[in-house]
């Protein structure tokens, strides 16, 4: 069996595809996706406070970077805590997770268990188009 397909316009075709209201769905598709990897939970300041753009996911919460990182961080002195104008560093250990199924870097969780579904979610959305 051959199959061919034929673009008119692939201009027109290509913006359809990649607009930004297509990526900013795409986004906010994965993140739902994600929220049962990430630490805290749904409910929780992770899952709650963020920002979804056509380019990204951003977790606004203090301690975001530290959790998607997975390595603990301490300041100077080798608190936990850092403050108001405070750094911390990496320190080589890391964190540990209470809630089962929660993990650093859970985009990438997400995609291993729900790039099928992530992938049909925006085809369908594209149709509606």
Same mark, same amino acid.
Request: charged share 25%; glycine share 6%; with cysteine.
């Given at each position: 069996?051959k199959?061919?397909?034929e @673009?008119f316009?692939?201009?027109k075709?290509?913006?359809? @595809?990649f607009?930004?209201?297509?990526?900013?769905?795409a986004?906010?598709?994965?993140h739902?996706?994600?929220s049962q990897y990430v630490?805290?939970g749904s409910?929780g300041?992770?899952?709650?406070v963020k920002? @979804?753009?056509?380019?990204?996911?951003?977790?606004?919460?203090?301690?975001?970077h530290?959790q998607?990182?997975g390595?603990?961080y301490?300041?100077?002195?080798?608190?936990?805590?850092?403050g108001k104008?405070?750094?911390?560093?990496?320190?080589?250990k890391?964190?540990?997770y209470?809630?089962p199924?929660?993990?650093?870097?859970?985009?990438?969780a997400a995609?291993?268990?729900k790039?099928?579904?992530?992938?049909?979610?925006?085809?369908?959305y594209?149709k509606?188009?």
């Open positions: 069996m199959i061919s397909v @673009i316009n692939s201009r075709t290509f913006n359809r @595809i607009s930004d209201d297509v990526r900013k769905y986004h906010t598709r994965l739902a996706y994600c630490p805290g409910g300041m992770l899952n709650t920002d @979804i753009t056509k380019d990204y996911v951003h977790y606004k919460s203090p301690y975001a530290y998607w990182e390595e603990l301490l300041a100077a002195n080798g608190s936990s805590y850092a104008n405070e750094s911390k560093y990496p320190a080589g890391p964190l540990e209470h809630t199924g929660t993990t650093s870097h859970w985009e990438r995609m291993v268990a790039k099928e579904q992530l992938a049909s979610d925006v085809e369908a594209i509606r188009k």
